[in-house]
């Protein structure tokens, strides 16, 4: 059996792992902003740019601003949170063809390299967390005790990115074309999703599709505990939407990382011969 084709071996700790991940993606952050004027201040501008574009077109052009005086906070929070999806699917689908060397050169578990592309984009998404915070703050919006269930919603967006990311960079290797399909993929999940309308806009039947993406699940979740705290009692989230609440999303996105993570590891020994 050549070098290139041997099983990766598995690490009996989690320690050592942990810590390549984290090199790995401190690294790539770096160097992704390494050669740029503005460096880090890119990681802003872009979602506050499309932002900027879609309240002009959406807000006040299509009067959409009129629905909710927090319409604006509401679209920000939703460009952010879909920049991340898209950052750390893209970036996890491409990570190991993008990092062939290591893949060839090294024994470790080959789910390191898409991971550490998403936790790359979760440096990003922090960073732009920072700036949400201060429109929230500018709105003159109070902080609430049930703002601590935001982190656990942002968790399972993150488990849920992480096997789309598995998922993607497994068939990437195989097949390239795949980068073309997920492009598609990712302009139908944004307009799919209530980014830029309210999600009551859409009729019922259209609820309950649009509420088994974890994603819109998690936006609506999100925005309801922040901005309608009034109504955060399910009015605007995933329970109004399917039977059981939140099951069927949280079991969507557990189900993505579990599919995504096998399938990974059942091909990760071909990785070194594809790449």
């Known amino acids: 059996?050549?070098?290139?084709?041997?099983?990766?071996?598995?690490?009996?700790?989690?320690?050592?792992?942990?810590?390549?991940?984290?090199?790995?993606?401190?690294?790539?952050?770096?160097?992704?902003?390494a050669d740029s004027w503005l460096g880090y201040v890119w990681s802003v501008i872009k979602p506050l740019a499309l932002f900027t574009l879609l309240y002009l077109v959406f807000g006040r052009i299509f009067k959409l601003g009129d629905v909710s005086?927090?319409?604006?906070v509401g679209l920000l929070i939703g460009i952010v949170l879909f920049t991340f999806f898209d950052d750390a699917s893209s970036l996890g689908m491409t990570s190991i063809v993008a990092n062939e060397s290591l893949v060839r050169?090294?024994?470790?578990?080959?789910?390191?390299?898409?991971?550490s592309a998403t936790v790359t984009a979760a440096i990003t998404f922090a960073v732009n967390a920072v700036v949400v915070a201060g429109f929230i703050g500018l709105k003159g919006i109070?902080?609430?005790?049930?703002?601590?269930?935001?982190?656990?919603?942002?968790?399972?967006?993150?488990v849920f990115v992480l096997g789309v990311a598995f998922v993607l960079s497994t068939l990437y290797v195989f097949l390239r074309d795949i980068g073309?399909?997920?492009?598609?993929?990712?302009?139908?999940?944004?307009?799919?999703?209530?980014?830029?309308?309210p999600i009551g806009f859409l009729p019922p039947w259209a609820r309950d599709l649009a509420f088994i993406n974890p994603f819109t699940q998690v936006l609506q979740d999100?925005?309801?505990?922040?901005?309608?705290?009034d109504v955060a009692d399910n009015k605007v989230t995933a329970g109004d939407a399917l039977v059981g609440g939140r099951a069927i999303p949280i079991a969507v996105a557990l189900g993505t990382f579990v599919f995504g993570l096998l399938l990974l590891r059942r091909h990760e020994a071909r990785f070194a011969e594809r790449v």
């Open 1 to 33: 059996m050549s070098a290139t084709a041997r099983a990766v071996p598995r690490p009996r700790g989690l320690k050592h792992p942990f810590r390549i991940l984290m090199v790995v993606a401190a690294t790539e952050y770096k160097l992704k902003y």
């Open 69 to 72: 005086e927090y319409y604006a």
């Open 105 to 115: 050169r090294l024994a470790f578990p080959r789910a390191i390299v898409p991971a």
């Open 142 to 158: 109070t902080p609430q005790l049930d703002w601590l269930l935001i982190p656990l919603l942002l968790v399972e967006l993150y």
């Open 180 to 197: 073309q399909v997920w492009e598609l993929g990712l302009l139908l999940v944004f307009y799919a999703s209530p980014i830029i309308y």
């Open 222 to 229: 999100v925005r309801a505990l922040v901005l309608y705290p």
